[in-house]
């Protein structure tokens, strides 16, 4: 970007500038001369999906404002072929009818805590951006991996096998997976996105991502650290391993969750169930619209089965309700799992419409959020994951079929 165009530039998107009705979908064109035909020709473009089966190519410019004006996407570039590789006729999971796990689960929720979720926030949010194509967000990734495997070594979890590790990816933040082996290699996912964004010039302006997705990255780290302390769990007992994921570049379109599960398809991983964490820290837009306090069951592109069980461990283990919202194609990571044929859910700190409108800019800051909410996602998680972890699939698909459920 010429420095002339960069100083028009700046000073609205310091102000994060109101759009109008009338430039949704609209990209605005480089003043003739800026740019001759042949740099015209070199920006390089993107192919992305706004809706099932509707793509269309893009700068990376115009990925920014169609984010600005709320359109979600995939960025399908590298992975177009995603889904194309899953066996189409593997039968869906059955999910339990009802939560089994109370005695096991209730105890490990105890131990569920506000000061290592602040803590934790705390540091995240004091790298100046977590952008995916900056050395933030490379160091934030850095910082991320050890705290996740310091974790694993003060549970003494790495001595029964348990790790985490980067996956790699071509820029220069990684995502990140935790592996919690059980008896078999069919696994429940728990995910969160790690990178935050500032839509006005990405590089350059500050992005605390307190909330998007600092909350939910801090919430499955608090819920894996406490898993951690069932013995079970780390010995392998479970019937199916667990892991968490911490994914890489979803603001620029779901990147890094897709080249997981990509790469799940391709090697033939069964991955029974995956529940996506995106922003679990605001409740003061529900408060203020004189509703309770609930935590945001997403209902649309997601797996039916899936969610009804989420609800069901809502219930049983967490203080607060639940209500049912729905977000749009491709709002979160949950979507690159489902476009892989595994069964995924989403779970959001509200109703849509009340969530955090505080995102994507220098205003996502830990003093709109509420760590008791947070705590509440971690109870649900925990809750979620032991119950799952300890489920034979096999057996209620056989039950199923013999027309016992």
Known sequence: MKASLLALLLPAAASARFIEANE?????????????????????????ETAPG???WVTEDQKWELRRNGQEFMDITDHGDLGSYHVKTAAKPIF?????LQSEVKPLLKNLTKSFLQEHLEKFTSFRTRYYKSDYGRQSSEWLLKTVQDTIKDAGADEYGVTAKHFKHPWDQNSIIATIPGQSNETIV????QDSINLWLPSLLPAPGADDDGSGTVTILEAFRVLLQSQDVIKGKAPNTIEFHWYSAEEGGLLGSQAIFSDYEKKGRIVKAMLQQDMTGFVQGTLDAGKPESV?????????????????????????????????????????????????????????GDSDKHIHGTDD??????????????????GL??????????????????GEL
Not at 25 to 42: C, H, K, T, Y
Not at 96 to 100: N, Q, R
Request: with cysteine.
């Open 24 to 48: 949704i979908n609209r990209v605005i064109p480089f003043p003739d001369g800026l740019l001759d035909g042949a740099a015209e020709q070199s920006v390089e473009k993107f192919l992305i």
């Open 54 to 56: 509707e793509t269309r």
């Open 96 to 100: 339990p009818s009802k939560v089994k």
């Open 190 to 193: 728990i995910g969160a996105h």
């Open 296 to 352: 945001g069951v997403i209902t649309d592109f997601v797996d039916p089965g899936l969610t009804a069980f989420i609800k069901k461990v809502i219930e049983a283990y967490c203080e607060i309700p639940w209500v049912e919202t729905k977000c749009g194609y491709a709002c979160s990571d949950h979507a690159s799992a489902s476009k892989a044929g595994y069964p995924s859910a989403f779970v959001i700190e509200s109703a849509f």
């Open 365 to 382: 800051l830990i003093d709109y959020l509420s760590f008791d909410h947070m705590l509440q996602h971690a109870r649900m998680t925990l």
């Open 385 to 402: 994951v032991y119950e799952l972890g300890f489920t034979d699939f096999a057996k209620l698909e056989n039950k199923a079929n013999m």
